[in-house]
């Protein structure tokens, strides 16, 4: 079985990600394994923190276990959508090793214009930047590989060129049925869905791409810039429309 790690931050396209993975007949999907003991271990009171928790549990070990060996059967792929900002710095990457990884990235101006929304506050580390530059060099020193990274809205203007970019340098064959999918929940669904995924649940595809208008103040264009320089590292590796 092959084992898909995508890597992002929050306020991308991740879930409807996830959905164009979960509509292959072939293909599991986990949403964001390691949110309960992410935030067992920080504190952070995110919405249903509680049933978070009490789901996923508070220890990150068990669930790495889990994403490296867990099977199932009549199954091909299995795709994990992570947050980079669950990767706690205590968390081993050993258990990464046998994963194909790949790498979802956003402009910072955008991600924390849309963070803003349902958080008041934000650092880089609260979107997961630096964890992903770390990430993306671990994997290329560790694993010898350098991972895809996706841009944002480079899949959401051409989603059939750069979906079967994405699978073909994952090394699995695309499926048509990436481009659309009913509408709705799914049991694969986080117990935080009912909090963050409305646009979603009423998705049957990628979405048009619609440029945003930039309404930070200063003081939020300060940690957007901050941001910057991380996005920039991994922009530099991104799989380009041709």
């Known amino acids: 079985m092959i084992r898909i790690a995508m890597w992002s931050g929050p306020r991308n396209i991740s879930t409807a990600m996830m959905r164009s993975w979960e509509n292959r007949k072939d293909t599991v999907v986990v949403d964001e394994p390691f949110y309960g003991p992410y935030l067992a271990t920080t504190g952070k009171k995110h919405a249903a923190w509680k049933e978070i928790i009490a789901d996923q549990g508070a220890d990150w070990q068990p669930v790495a276990k889990s994403l490296s060996e867990e099977e199932f059967e009549g199954v091909g792929i299995y795709y994990q959508k992570h947050m980079s900002h669950h990767l706690m710095p205590e968390i081993e990457l050993d258990f990464l090793a046998g994963m194909r990884h ?141």
């Open 102 to 242: 790949a790498f979802l990235i956003r402009h910072p101006n955008d991600v924390l214009s849309s963070y803003l929304r349902k958080h008041p506050r934000a650092t880089p580390e609260d979107l997961g930047y630096p964890q992903q530059v770390k990430l993306f060099n671990w994997i290329k020193n560790n694993m010898g590989v350098v991972a895809p990274v996706m841009e944002s809205k480079d899949i959401l203007m051409q989603p059939e060129v750069m979906m079967k970019k994405l699978c073909g340098l994952l090394g699995v064959p695309f499926d048509n049925n990436m481009l659309a999918w009913p509408k709705g929940y799914r049991d694969s669904d986080g117990v935080w869905a009912s909090h963050w995924y409305n646009r979603v649940i009423e998705s049957t595809g990628f979405s048009e791409y619609k440029p945003k208008e930039n309404t930070l103040t200063a003081e939020e264009q300060a940690i957007a810039d901050a941001c910057l320089p991380f996005y920039e590292q991994l922009a530099a590796y991104k799989v380009c429309v041709e």
